[in-house]
C-alpha cells in the first residue's frame, strides 16, 4: 500500500538535486515520527518495526506470520486498543493521514527549512 504526500513549496531559491534527496529523507523521518502516536498498538510491534528508507515507511509487524499485518491493519483497526481513537486517543485506521491533517503546517515548514539550508 502506497500513501502519496503532495504539496506545492515556493521557494525564492534554486534547488539542487541533494537538497532534494534531503529533503525528500527528512520527509520521510519526519512522517515517520510524528505517525508513531497514530499507529495502532496491542504488543507495540507494528509501531516498532517501522523502518525509513529514501522515499517510504515500512511496517514489517508479522507477529510470527509469514506476511506483516500492517495493511490490515492501517485499513481496518477500529481504534478499540490501547489508546485508540475509539477510546479517546490517536491509535487507528489510517493514520499516516490522520497524522497529516494534523501535523502538515509544522512538517511542510521544517522540510522548506531543510531545503533552504536551515537543517
Do not use: C, H
Request: charged share 35%.
Amino acid at each position: 500500500m502506497k500513501f502519496k504526500i503532495e504539496a506545492e513549496v515556493r521557494l525564492d531559491k534554486t534547488i539542487n538535486k541533494s537538497d532534494i534527496k534531503r529533503g525528500q529523507k527528512r520527509l520521510v523521518e519526519v512522517v515517520r515520527e510524528k505517525s508513531d502516536p497514530y499507529v495502532p498498538w496491542l504488543t507495540g510491534e507494528l509501531k516498532n518495526t517501522a523502518k525509513t528508507t529514501d522515499d517510504m515507511i515500512i511496517y514489517n509487524a508479522t507477529n510470527g506470520a509469514k506476511t506483516s499485518y500492517a495493511r490490515k491493519q492501517y485499513v481496518g483497526n477500529r481504534g478499540m486498543g490501547r489508546e485508540g481513537v475509539n477510546r479517546g486517543g490517536k491509535r487507528g485506521s489510517r493514520w499516516t493521514e490522520r497524522m497529516w491533517e494534523e501535523n502538515k503546517e509544522e512538517i511542510l515548514e521544517e522540510i522548506k527549512n531543510v531545503l533552504l539550508g536551515g537543517d
